[in-house]
């Protein structure tokens, strides 16, 4: 048996059909950039996430990009975040010549750890009026604890730029009601790239915010800060929205709090039939309907993650590391100063965890093979 990491086929082969004349409408259209189908796209992602307001953009970097652009990050600013992530996190602040400050994780959720957070800024009081934003991140499909975060920086007068770029439909209970990701900080940035649980036929991403104001900044920053046409009240980006992955992602919205349960169903099937001792399965903070696992993701004890790695690989079954290398140890960010040591939670993740196949359409027999293949391993 083979077990992919992730099978678009499988998402695709029900909705095919409709996805095609979709893309084929956009195409008699001839409106290839923006227009209608960006507008809906729109419209829908704010009511879903629980916003007033949502703006297309081309990805889910450029999301981040054009959110902290709109805050006027730049040279000589700090951006607070975790140095657990996808690179984009951090890239997208020292493209803008400012500096990342990192702060560990949660060695359970792998999201930042506010007590982490709250350290730094107590720390670091020489530095402080220099933080534009602090980012975090909902790792694998699951919020961070955003009530404390939100508390420390309306504290110290700082906007919240949320990645929720694995995590559209994850929830948080806070403490003025139940909230999805996106929907809590001054913004919230999300990625539609193909292997996301809302995924388009390449790049995409959105930014969704309650303040008017800076929709309206990034709408004009991602077109070249031009509004008429060829009239540049700022300098901008080329940040739009192809129409034709807005026509598909209207195809798919439908489907995603199908596909959510379906990976929720997949990860319970695992938590209840995977036994290994030691083996950490992924810890859930909030319930068992807010997580909604774009990755399902293992620690492997005893340093053998590479080890199980191979023999996964041996056997067919699709799996992943997200992600090998912190950005305190990648050689692009040497200059910022940091050592390995630094933030061990960070560290020892980066050494230990592997993801398993989580898509909605596994069967019962793909995940009694994936399950079968582990505990072989360590028998």
């Not at 604890?145 to 949320?162: C, H, K, Q, S, T």
């Not at 209970?173 to 001054?186: F, H, N």
């Amino acid at each position: 048996m083979k077990v992919p990491l992730l099978d678009l086929k499988a998402q695709l082969a029900p909705i095919e059909r409709e996805i095609k004349e979709a893309v084929l409408e956009v195409v008699d259209s001839t409106r290839y950039i923006m227009g209608p189908k960006v507008e809906e796209l729109e419209t829908r992602i704010a009511e879903y996430v629980g916003a007033a307001r949502a703006v297309g953009v081309s990805s889910g970097t450029d999301a981040l990009l054009v959110s902290l652009m709109a805050l006027g990050v730049g040279s000589g600013d700090i951006v607070v975040t975790t140095p657990y992530s996808f690179f984009a996190t951090a890239g997208v602040v020292a493209r803008l010549g400012a500096t990342a400050a990192f702060v560990d994780i949660d060695p359970d959720t792998y999201n930042i750890s506010p007590a982490a957070l709250e350290e730094w800024f107590e720390r670091e009081t020489t530095r402080v009026g220099q933080v534009k934003a602090i980012v975090p991140v909902h790792l694998y499909g699951q919020c961070a604890d955003m009530d404390p975060i939100l508390e420390i920086a309306r504290r110290y007068g700082v906007p919240v730029v949320e990645d929720a770029a694995q995590a559209i439909g994850a929830t948080y209970p806070s403490k003025s009601g139940v909230k999805k990701a996106g929907a809590m900080g001054t913004v919230g940035c999300f990625s539609f790239f193909p292997s996301k649980n809302l995924g388009c036929l390449g790049d995409g991403g959105m930014v969704a915010t309650d303040d008017a104001a800076l929709a309206d900044k990034i709408v004009l920053l991602r077109n070249h800060g031009a509004q008429p046409k060829y009239y540049h009240s700022l300098v901008g980006g080329n940040f739009r929205l192809d129409a034709i992955q807005a026509a598909v992602l209207l195809v798919k919205l439908p489907h995603l709090d199908t596909w959510h349960a379906g990976r929720r169903a997949n990860a319970a099937y695992y938590d209840r039939h995977l036994n290994v001792p030691g083996l950490k399965k992924p810890h859930v903070a909030y319930g068992p309907d807010s997580h909604i696992y774009n990755q399902y993701v293992l620690a492997v004890p005893d340093d053998r993650r590479d080890a199980l790695r191979k023999h996964l690989d041996a056997n067919a079954v699709g799996n992943e590391v997200y992600y090998p290398v912190p950005f305190h140890e990648q050689q692009c960010f040497a200059h910022l100063g940091y050592k390995t040591g630094d933030f061990p939670h960070s560290e020892r993740a980066a050494r230990r965890t592997i993801a398993l196949p989580i898509y909605a359409e596994l069967t019962d027999g793909m995940k009694d093979y994936v399950i079968e293949k582990i505990e072989a391993f360590y028998e």
